[in-house]
Nanobody, 126 residues
Framework: QVHLVESGGGLVQVGGSLRLSCVAS????????MDWYRQAPGKQRELVAE???????????NYADSVKGRFTISGDNAKNSAHLQMNNLKSDDTAVYYC????????????????WGQGTQVTVSS
């Protein structure tokens, strides 16, 4: 009942930048966290960045070591959205990027479940 849509992927050269966006829709009571994962062909899906947007951990941000200093995650609670600003992109950043959130629906405010977007392709050319 929560639908996530990613956008902003594309083709960029090494050293370039992209900004990914994720918008959550549905009868949402609250979103506890929003996260970006990525998966390259033949590799495991990995957590890139996460931000806790409500609850006791609100404001906490975590990044994978491989993207620290280059990527910035942000959230907009009013718009139920999250963004991933990716700078100084490297070839190893090439992957499908997925938005994920833990959200509670109106009427079931104490139950948080996991939701995933369909992914957006990021290709970094060398």
């Amino acid at each position: 009942q929560v639908h996530l849509v990613e956008s902003g992927g594309g083709l960029v050269q090494v050293g370039g930048s992209l900004r990914l966006s994720c918008v959550a829709s549905g009868d949402i009571f609250a979103i506890k966290s929003m996260d970006w994962y990525r998966q390259a062909p033949g590799k495991q899906r990995e957590l890139v960045a996460e931000i806790f947007t409500s609850g006791m951990l609100s404001g906490i941000i975590n990044y994978a070591d491989s993207v620290k200093g280059r990527f910035t995650i942000s959230g907009d609670n009013a718009k139920n959205s999250a963004h991933l600003q990716m700078n100084n992109l490297k070839s190893d950043d090439t992957a499908v990027y997925y938005c994920h959130c833990k959200a509670a629906l109106k009427g079931t405010s104490s139950i948080y479940e996991d939701y995933w977007g369909q992914g957006t392709q990021v290709t970094v050319s060398s």
